[in-house]
């Protein structure tokens, strides 16, 4: 159990996509300015990464290691598609909100990078544990950014009002440029509290 579930979490924190890995950043720039649409695009990747890797394990015997890349592509393609599908259906302006960064799903490093490390070489649960730990830990990192600017964009949380009529929301906040300085200041506070444990076990071991 204890072994199932490092699998699972090293996708939340110590290999983040996004915070820890920086893969994928295209969505989290893009389309982040709302807390729906973040979350919509994180559940969406969760959904094709492990997916993905549920098929790429189960085929791994089967594929020749010459074409891998090209069969992980397809699975990966039709996977999205059936995504795309599904929710233009239940949800046609979400669907148009996430525009052509839906299609690019298919592209995404993580998903490739999760195939061709850890599915193509392992079991049909554990690599079932590491995708949705990835998807996981992506969906996080989308919403945490989302909140923060949509907040601060727009002050409202899921269109709800939160900050009053006072407040005056900076443009750059709902702009790409405004979640590029935000992931950067996000990532640089985990490098500094990663770096500040390592500092006190080290002092905690020469004690």
């Given at each position: 159990m204890k072994e199932k579930w490092k699998i699972f979490s090293k996708g939340l924190y110590d290999e983040n996509p996004i915070f820890m890995l920086c893969l994928s950043l295209c969505p989290a720039l893009a389309v982040t300015s709302s807390v729906i649409n973040g979350l919509t695009m994180g559940l969406c990747v969760t959904f094709v990464i492990t997916s993905n890797n549920v098929v790429v394990s189960l085929t791994r015997k089967f594929v020749n290691p010459k074409v891998r890349v090209p069969v992980y592509i397809t699975f990966i393609a039709t996977i999205v598609t059936v995504v795309e599908l599904a929710l233009q259906a239940i949800s046609p302006e979400l669907y148009s909100a996430l525009g052509i960064y839906l299609d690019l799903v298919v592209v995404f490093a993580i998903i490739l990078a999760r195939a061709e490390v850890f599915a193509s070489?392992?079991?049909?649960?554990?690599?079932?544990?590491?995708?949705?730990?990835?998807?996981?830990?992506?969906?996080?990192?989308?919403?945490?950014?989302?909140?923060?600017?949509?907040?601060?964009?727009?002050?409202?949380?899921?269109?709800?009002k939160i900050l009053g009529s006072w407040y005056n929301a900076p443009l750059i906040m709902i702009l790409p440029a405004g979640a590029f300085i935000l992931i950067g200041y996000m990532i640089g506070a985990i490098k500094l509290h990663n770096a500040h444990k390592e500092a006190k076990k080290i002092e905690g071991s020469e004690a």
């Amino acid at each position: 159990m204890k072994e199932k579930w490092k699998i699972f979490s090293k996708g939340l924190y110590d290999e983040n996509p996004i915070f820890m890995l920086c893969l994928s950043l295209c969505p989290a720039l893009a389309v982040t300015s709302s807390v729906i649409n973040g979350l919509t695009m994180g559940l969406c990747v969760t959904f094709v990464i492990t997916s993905n890797n549920v098929v790429v394990s189960l085929t791994r015997k089967f594929v020749n290691p010459k074409v891998r890349v090209p069969v992980y592509i397809t699975f990966i393609a039709t996977i999205v598609t059936v995504v795309e599908l599904a929710l233009q259906a239940i949800s046609p302006e979400l669907y148009s909100a996430l525009g052509i960064y839906l299609d690019l799903v298919v592209v995404f490093a993580i998903i490739l990078a999760r195939a061709e490390v850890f599915a193509s070489k392992n079991k049909v649960f554990p690599s079932f544990l590491d995708g949705f730990g990835m998807g996981c830990g992506f969906t996080l990192a989308m919403l945490s950014i989302s909140v923060i600017r949509e907040l601060l964009g727009s002050g409202s949380i899921l269109g709800f009002k939160i900050l009053g009529s006072w407040y005056n929301a900076p443009l750059i906040m709902i702009l790409p440029a405004g979640a590029f300085i935000l992931i950067g200041y996000m990532i640089g506070a985990i490098k500094l509290h990663n770096a500040h444990k390592e500092a006190k076990k080290i002092e905690g071991s020469e004690a």
